[in-house]
C-alpha cells in the first residue's frame, strides 16, 4: 500500500515538472549503459529514463541496483510499479550477489541505474559498485547530474531532493567512462575522481 501510495504521488508530481535533457554521444556503442546518479536525487530517476534515456539508448528495459535494507524494499516495490527491475545489494550487503545479478541484466540487454554514493554514503564520494561493475561488463558509466529549481530537502544523511510541483529540472548525461578490463588502484581513482566531478558539474549548490 505504501508503495501504490508513492508511485501515485510521484507520477502527480512528475506529470507537473518542466524538464529538459542534454547529452554526450557514445561513438561506435549501442549496447546497455550504467546510469550513475547521485542518491539524494534519485527522485528524478524515472523522469530521465522514462523521457529521454529510453529514448537516446533504446534497451531491453532498466534494472536498479537498491538496498537490501527495509527501505530499498519500498524503493524496489515502487520501481516495480514503473516496470524497473530490482538487484538487491550493495556494497555493505550482498554486493557480490548483486554484482553478478547486474551483469546478467547486462547480458540480457538492459540498463542499470546505480547510486555511486549509496545506500549510507558519505554523501558526494564515488564507491567501488559503479566501477567494479563497469570493469566486469564493459558498459560504460554515463553521469547523470541535474539542476533543479524548486525543491525540498529531507533530514536525511544526503539531504533527499523532491522537486516540488511545476519545479524545473535540468538534466545532463554526462561523457561516457569506459573502465578496461584490468586496471590499477591509480587508473581506478582516477576514474573516481573523474566520474564525481561529472556528476557534480551541473548540479545545483546543495
Known sequence: MAAAAVYCLGKTFMASWRCRAT??????????????????RLALSMVAYLRFA??????AGLAAMISASKDGGLLAAILDKFGVQAVRGSSSRRGRQALLESTTWVEKGFHIAITPDGPRGPCYQVQDGAIALAQVTGA?????SARIRGKVHLRSWDRFIIPVPFARCDLQFGQAVFVPREISADETEKIRVQLRAALSESNDAT
Do not use: A, K, T
Open 23 to 40: 547529452h554526450v554521444e557514445i561513438p561506435n556503442y549501442d549496447g546497455p549503459i550504467i546510469f550513475c546518479v547521485w542518491h539524494n
Open 54 to 59: 529510453r529514448i537516446i539508448w533504446p534497451s
Open 140 to 144: 560504460p558509466l554515463v553521469p547523470v
